[in-house]
């Protein structure tokens, strides 16, 4: 047990915690949208109402919850030691100087996980925590679903009327856009997939996926805003 704790506490370990925890983090994000995007379509907010219910419900997303802030947890704070860790010993996750080829997003990394936390948590306060702890949200009924549910809908559609939310969503998906430009194709370079056959195709997939999922989240207010 000593040798794995010793293994996860170096700079190998830490740098591996990263990207297994980023990984599991970059699949999350797909079903995470797949989900919000729901907010685009024209019932009411039915269907995202009654998926919302579904996922705060159910027992098996419940323990996925759990794993998934564990994990966003494990990743923020790694991330932090090894910045830190990185800068006194002059390392590649905080180069002093201009570094050759090395973009800025890939040199402020700590500050995009940073920012991309501190989104996080205003985040889930505005929406989640007013689900999940607070009486705040109207119970709606739908044909064909037995009980009511919170209406999450216009929960959201009314906190992107205000622009400053908007603005604030948006520098938060811009953050996680830079991040995720580097961080897709450092993930599995870490885990030894480094081969100038294979990385100009990892780096390819990470470019769409990065894409894919940024303007996916940014069209989500910037439609609730210009409807209403």
């Known amino acids: 047990m000593k040798w794995l704790i010793r293994f996860l506490t170096s700079s190998i370990g830490q740098k591996l915690m990263m990207s297994l925890t980023g990984l599991f983090l970059i699949l999350f994000l797909i079903v995470h949208l797949v989900g919000n995007l729901q907010l685009l379509t024209n019932d009411g907010g039915q269907s995202f109402n009654i998926y919302s219910a579904f ?42 100087g201009n570094v050759a080829g090395a973009s800025w997003n890939s040199k402020n990394m700590a500050l995009l996980g940073v920012l991309i936390f501190a989104f996080l948590c205003l985040h889930m306060g505005d929406f989640w925590v007013k689900m999940r702890f607070t009486d705040q949200l109207a119970l ?9 549910v919170q209406d999450m809908y216009t929960r959201v559609h009314v906190a992107f009327q205000e622009l400053w939310i908007v603005i604030v969503y948006l520098i938060g998906v811009v953050a996680l856009m830079l991040h995720l430009i580097h961080g897709f194709q450092s993930a599995f370079q870490t885990l030894g997939l480094n081969h100038k056959k294979y990385t100009p195709v990892i780096n390819g997939i990470g470019w769409i996926y990065t894409i894919a999922i940024s303007l996916g989240f940014a069209i989500i207010p910037l439609f609730h805003y210009f409807s209403h």
Not at 61 to 88: D, E, P, R, W
Not at 140 to 148: I, K, L, R, T, W
């Open 55 to 96: 996922m705060s419900e159910n027992p098996f997303i419940l323990m996925i919850s759990l794993c998934l802030y564990t994990f966003i947890i494990l990743h923020s704070v790694q991330g932090i030691l090894l910045y830190f860790a990185n800068k006194k010993a002059k390392g590649s996750y905080a180069p002093k």
């Open 140 to 148: 709606v009924s739908y044909p064909g679903h037995e009980d009511p």
